[in-house]
């Protein structure tokens, strides 16, 4: 049996200011700081047999945070967030004004839109499901998966099944905390735990 934790980085400029970071490659925010401290003693006491993390600066930050700075991490791109392309820096509101054709389009197929020069969730879901394959894969161990809301959300749906557009109705706040239980046989979401900045 398999522990899985994967984790949302904490808060950044993008989070606090609403709009698409995607590959942008910002640090943790001081707040985000604060909400990872308070995430991480929902691990304590966890021996981690590999720590994934994406290679962006803020869920590098946020994996040396909760682990230590010694503890070797593996990067993989399969685990970045979604390419936003041209849209990245930009709000939901503004795109809204700018660009209303596009969202009506995104709101109606949100698996299949591609913002312009960026990718689109049914890219980021196949790489999402390639990386859990390899994971599951591995040894009956506890990992520790670092990652952004967009490929949780794209875990959520691979592992239940549902439709992509439910997905939305999990809240994954800066710092989550998704505990996946895995055996050949059977994959269960234990909690998916969010955390307040204190």
Known sequence: MKDIFVMRHGDTHATENGYFAGWS?????EK??????????????????????S???????TARMVIGEDHHLYLHEAIKERFFGNWEGKSWDGLEKEFPDEMREWKRDPLAFVPPQGESFSDVLRRVQIFWDHLTALDDEAYLVVTHAGIIRCLL??????KFENG???LLEPGVIMHVKQDPAFTQIVSIVNHEDL
């Open 32 to 53: 985000g700081k604060r909400r990872i401290q308070t995430a991480k003693q929902t691990l304590n006491g966890i021996e981690f047999g590999k720590v994934y993390v």
């Open 168 to 170: 939305f109705h999990f």
């Open 25 to 29: 490659d910002i640090p943790l925010s």
């Open 55 to 61: 290679p962006l600066s803020r869920t590098l930050e």
């Open 157 to 162: 749906v691979a592992l239940t099944g549902m």
